[in-house]
């Protein structure tokens, strides 16, 4: 169970949907990432049939945080630590 987090009334199976987020600058580069939490609520999407922002619970979600990785601080790609 989630807790610290509002999901929508109307659902009663809300998951969520821990995901890598880019921090993206107005020139479209990249430079952090952080941690996004992407609520889902799967018993309104077997309803509808329907994969998109209905099943959504927009309230308080996506959570980001609580820090950010400057893409600088990321070793070079293809580098074992």
């Known amino acids: 169970m989630v807790k610290n987090c509002v999901s929508r009334k ?18 479209m580069q990249i430079v952090g990432y952080t941690i996004g939490n992407d609520m ?3 018993d309104i999407e077997a309803r509808t049939h329907c994969i998109c ?10 959570g980001l945080g609580p820090w950010i990785t400057l893409a600088s601080d990321m070793p070079p790609r293809g580098h074992d630590r």
């Open 10 to 27: 109307d659902a009663t199976w809300n998951v969520p949907e821990p995901e890598v987020t880019l921090i993206i600058n107005k020139r």
């Open 40 to 42: 889902s609520s799967r």
């Open 53 to 62: 922002l209905k099943r959504r619970s927009t309230i308080n979600a996506p």
